[in-house]
């Protein structure tokens, strides 16, 4: 019982550190709307997330390690929306032309799902992320990119 309260709490962590990362004023930026879909997506230097929130999840914590996260919903004819599962593909290509594939690996936390991934990030590093993400039941994918600056700590 412990246990579960402990990862419960743990992934309540995560999300609110997922949702701090992104700024307010940016969210309409990091978020595709496209048919009944609605995608969420955000990075963050991994070193923001806390040692257990990092090793609950499978997350290296590392100043040269970028967060990529993903979140796919689809509309509810009440208005709200509902994680739904998706094949997510993702790459980033930093201001040199260094192209990472990306693996993104679903994770779940009660309702809510997300896609996982990291990328390598050098000193004062920019990327480039482009995402391809096919809902269940869509027949066609969704794209989008963004631009995201990390300052790793030294």
């Known amino acids: 019982m412990l246990a579960r309260i402990t990862l419960m709490l743990s992934g309540l962590l ?30 963050l230097p991994s070193t923001q997330l806390t040692p257990d929130v990092a090793r609950n999840y499978g997350i290296t914590r590392s100043a040269s390690r970028a967060l990529l996260n993903v979140s796919v919903h689809r509309r509810n004819d009440d208005k ?18 260094q192209r ?21 990030i050098t000193a004062r590093d920019t990327l ?5 993400i096919t809902p269940d039941g869509a027949t066609q994918p969704l794209h989008a990119q963004f631009q995201q600056e990390f300052f790793p700590e030294e």
Request: proline fraction near 1%; aromatic fraction near 10%; charge should be negative.
């Open 14 to 43: 995560f999300a609110a550190a997922l949702l701090l990362s992104t700024n307010r004023a940016h969210a309409e930026d990091n978020t595709l709307e496209s048919g009944d879909y609605v995608v969420y997506y955000n990075a």
């Open 128 to 132: 480039l992320f482009e995402l391809n």
């Open 80 to 97: 709200t929306t509902s994680a739904v599962n998706a094949l997510v593909k993702a790459a980033a290509t930093n201001t040199i032309g």
């Open 100 to 120: 990472q594939e990306l693996r993104p690996r679903r994770v779940q936390d009660g309702e809510a799902i997300y896609y996982l991934a990291e990328a390598r």
